[in-house]
C-alpha cells in the first residue's frame, strides 16, 4: 500500500490523545497528495480488500510504525504490512531534499557514535536545518520526517521495521518488484507489503548492508556474506551479476533474547526429561553434536544447551556469523574473518582467518568447553583430536541421521577418520516437521556413542530419547550410558542416581511453570543449583519465584 493513498480529516472537536492501535477519530478521504495533519503521527489504515481480515496489529517501533497480519478468504493467503506515518506531498519532497543535504554536510566523526547518539544527532540536525532555513512545520510533521531521516541514515530503511520485529527470523529479498517475504515466527513464510520498485535503491541497500558488515560488494565481487554489528547475518548479491531478477538479500535476525531450555519445552521441542539429561551431560562434559536440515533450529538448540555449561569453566566459541550468547563471564567469542586480494597457494586471502586457524588458537586458550557453530571443513579433524584430548565441544552439521552425519564427517572435504568419531558422546537429530500445529522443530532423537567395533568398522549407538510423531510425545528408550558414567564417577547407587535425576527435572519443571526464559534469570538459578542446590531445591519447594538478573 502506497504511504500516499489516504488522507486523514481532523475533527473540530478532538479528545485526549487515543491508542494508535484504536479506531481513529477521523475521516478518511482519497486525494492523495493533501496535507495529512493527523491528530497522531501513524494511521492505521482499514483494509481495502472486502476478502481480507485482519489478524493482529502489533506496535513494532511506537508510536511510528506498526505491524499488521490480515488473511485473504479469497486466495487463503497471509499479508504482512508495515504502517509507517503516512507522508504528504510537501513532507515527502522535504524528506528526499533533507536526506540530500545532510549526507553532503554531516561529518565523519558521526561513524563513532552509538546508534542512540546518531538518532539524537539526526534530529538535532534536522531541526536546526528546518529553524535555519524558517521552515516551519506542526510538531507532527516534524516527528513524521525526523522518523524518516532516521530511519534510512541510522536504521535499516524499508526493511527497518521488518528488522526491530521480534517474531520476525529471515527477511527475504528475491529481486526488483518482488513483494519481500518473512519467516514469521507464528505465521511462517507471509509476503510483506514492502517492495523494491527500482534497481537503484535496492543496488545502493545491498551496498549499504556491505558498509555495515565491513565488506565492499561490487559488479567484480556481487556476493556478500556477513554479519551487521547488531549480529544480524547477511547474504546479498548485487544487481543483475548473478541474480537476473536483480539484486537479492536474506537477512537473518540476530535474537537478543537467546534461546533457554525453557523455550525448549514451551514450544514443545523437547520434554523436561529431555533436558535435565542435556544439563547432566554439560556438567559431566560430554560432548555433543546437533544434526540437522537448515531452519530445523540447531543453533538456538546448541545455545538453549550451553546454559548449562558450569559457571566457572572456560568457553571458547568459534562461528561464521555470531549466533551464539552467552551469559557466563569466563568466555571468548570467537568470530572469522575474510580476507583482501588474490588468494594464495593455501587457497586463503592475506589477512584472511578460517575456522581452522580459530580452532587451532582456541586449544592453546585451555578451555574447558569449545563450541564450534557449524562444521564443514578440516577444522573438523582438530575439533576431533581435542575430543579425543579431554575438551568437551559442541557443534552442528547439516545432517539428518548418525549415519549420514558419519558420511559428511569421514569424506572430503572432512575426511575425518571414524576411529576419531569415538570420541563424540551425544547426537541429538533435531528436525522441522508439519502437524495438526503446523510447522515445529522436535528433537528427533537423542543418541550416545557408545563406542567403535573394530571389525565391523561401525560405531554404537544408543537411543536414549525419540519423538513419536502420532502422540507428539518423547520417549525414554529404557536405557543411557550418561547415568551408568555418573553413578561410576560419583560412587552412586541407581536409587541415588534416579533421585538426582528427578531433583533436576524437578527444576525445570519449576522453571517451565515460571517461564523463566530470560537467559540471564535462567543462568543466575542454573548457577545457583551448582554452587548450592539444597538452597535451590528449598526455594523450589516453597514454589517462591525464580531471583530476578542481576
Known amino acids: ?78 499479508l504482512y504490512e508495515v504502517i509507517e ?18 549526507t553532503k554536510i554531516m561529518g565523519a566523526e558521526v561513524a563513532n557514535l552509538t546508534s542512540s547518539d546518531k538518532l539524537t544527532y539526526i534530529r538535532g540536525e534536522v531541526e536546526e536545518y528546518l529553524r535555519t532555513r524558517q521552515i516551519t512545520l506542526s510538531p507532527l510533521s516534524t516527528e513524521r ?21 521480534p517474531r520476525v527470523e529471515d527477511i527475504s529479498c528475491d529481486g526488483v518488484n518482488v513483494p519481500l517475504f518473512v519467516f514469521h515466527g507464528t505465521f511462517e513464510s507471509i509476503k510483506t507489503n514492502v517492495i523494491f520498485e527500482d534497481e537503484d535503491p535496492l543496488n545502493s541497500f545491498i551496498v549499504g548492508l556491505g558498509q555495515r558488515c565491513q565488506k565492499a560488494v561490487s559488479v567484480s565481487n556481487p556476493i556478500l556474506d556477513g554479519t551487521t554489528p547488531e549480529g544480524h547475518r547477511v547474504q546479498a548479491t548485487y544487481a543483475r551479476e548473478i541474480t537476473t531478477r536483480g539484486a537479492s538479500f536474506t537477512i537473518r535476525r540476530f535474537k537478543e533474547r537467546p534461546f533457554t531450555p525453557v523455550d525448549l519445552v514451551l514450544a514443545g521441542s523437547a520434554n523436561e526429561e529431555m533436558i535435565a539429561y542435556f544439563w547432566l551431560a554439560a556438567e559431566q562434559g560430554e560432548s555433543l553434536i546437533i544434526c540437522g536440515g537448515p531452519a530445523a533450529g540447531k543453533t538456538s538448540t546448541l545455545n538453549a544447551i550451553a546454559l548449562f555449561i558450569p559457571p566457572t569453566s572456560k568457553i571458547v566459541s568459534i562461528e561464521d556469523t555470531r549466533e551464539v550468547n552467552l551469559p557466563h563471564e569466563n568466555w571468548i567469542p570467537g568470530a572469522t574473518r575474510s580476507g583482501t586480494g588474490d588468494r594464495g597457494p593455501d587457497g586463503k586471502a592475506a589477512g584472511e582467518v578460517d575456522m581452522f586457524d580459530l580452532v587451532r588458537a582456541a586449544l592453546r586458550q585451555r578451555p574447558n568447553y569449545i563450541i564450534v557453530g557449524e562444521v564443514r571443513g578440516k577444522e573438523t579433524y582438530t575439533m576431533f583430536q581435542a575430543m579425543a584430548t579431554g575438551h568437551t565441544t559442541y557443534s552442528t552439521m547439516h545432517a539428518d541421521s548418525v549415519k549420514s552425519m558419519v558420511n559428511r564427517l569421514e569424506n572430503p572435504p572432512i575426511n575425518t577418520p571414524r576411529i576419531l ?12 516437521a508439519r502437524t495438526e500445529k503446523g510447522v515445529v522443530r522436535r528433537l528427533k532423537q537423542v543418541l550416545e556413542i557408545v563406542g567403535f567395533e573394530p571389525e565391523t568398522n561401525e560405531l554404537i549407538t544408543n537411543t536414549v530419547y525419540e519423538w513419536d510423531p502420532g502422540s507428539d510425545k518423547f520417549v525414554f528408550k529404557g536405557h543411557s550410558f550418561l547415568f551408568d558414567k555418573i553413578m561410576e564417577i560419583r560412587n552412586f547407587t541407581h536409587e541415588e542416581m534416579e533421585e538426582e535425576f528427578q531433583r533436576r527435572v524437578g527444576v525445570i519443571r519449576y522453571l517451565v511453570s515460571h517461564k523463566t526464559n530470560d537467559h540471564r534469570q535462567l543462568w543466575r538459578f542454573v548457577s545457583g543449583y551448582y554452587k548450592d542446590p539444597k538452597e535451590v531445591m528449598a526455594r523450589v519447594e516453597a514454589g517462591l519465584p525464580p531471583p530476578a538478573a542481576d
Open 1 to 78: 500500500m502506497s504511504a500516499a493513498t489516504f488522507r486523514v480529516k481532523i475533527p473540530k472537536a478532538t479528545s485526549a490523545p487515543r491508542n494508535p492501535l484504536a479506531p481513529a477519530p477521523v475521516a478518511l478521504a482519497t486525494e492523495p497528495d493533501a496535507e495529512l495533519p493527523g491528530t497522531f503521527i501513524t494511521v492505521i489504515p482499514p483494509l481495502t480488500d472486502a476478502d481480507a481480515a485482519e489478524i493482529e496489529v502489533t506496535p513494532v517501533n511506537p508510536p511510528y510504525s506498526y505491524a499488521r497480519v490480515s488473511y485473504n478468504d479469497r486466495t487463503k493467503e497471509y
Open 421 to 432: 568419531l569415538s570420541a563424540l558422546n551425544n547426537v541429538i537429530i533435531q528436525i522441522q
Open 145 to 165: 520526517i525526523v522518523y524518516y531521516i532516521q530511519r534510512d541514515f541510522v536504521g535499516y530503511g524499508p526493511v527497518d521495521a521488518l528488522i526491530r520485529d
Open 85 to 102: 506515518p503516512q507522508l504528504s506531498r510537501h513532507e515527502r519532497e522535504l524528506v528526499q531534499h533533507l536526506k540530500s543535504t545532510l
